[in-house]
């Protein structure tokens, strides 16, 4: 499995992004998908998370600015920006069975991209 990431990007406070993630190697579309961050200092943090049937979850302070969807690929849309959103974005993996479960996104079978930069300015 392979997972890249691409889209991150320097922008003002109020400015939109589209992270995406390049998934390959799973046999259809079994996998579920989310986008962490991490910022310097700080917990890395669950941003969205998509099943496979399309079912979304968000954490509260990205509610109804961020958009996590699918298609060929996964992508996090980000409107609304603040300078706390400012972090390494993460795209990892994994099978059905594994998203939100214990040891999740810890599992040795979650996959994880190299992560992409947003930063944004005030």
């Known amino acids: 499995v392979q997972v890249v990431e691409s889209g991150g990007d320097s922008v003002q406070a109020g400015g939109s992004l589209r992270l995406s993630c390049a998934v390959s190697g799973y046999t259809g579309n079994s996998y579920c998908a989310a986008w962490f961050r991490r910022a310097p200092g700080k917990e890395r943090e669950e941003v969205a998370r998509i099943s496979p049937t399309g079912t979304r979850i968000y954490t509260d302070s990205v509610k109804g600015r961020f958009t996590i969807s699918r298609d060929n690929a996964v992508h996090l849309q980000m409107n609304g920006l603040t300078p706390e959103d400012t972090a390494m974005y993460y795209c990892?993996?994994?099978?059905?069975?594994?998203?939100?479960?214990?040891?999740?996104?810890?599992?040795?079978?979650?996959?994880w991209g190299q992560g992409t930069q947003v930063t944004v300015s005030s």
């Open positions: 990892a993996t994994a099978q059905w069975w594994d998203c939100g479960s214990s040891s999740w996104p810890d599992n040795p079978t979650t996959y």
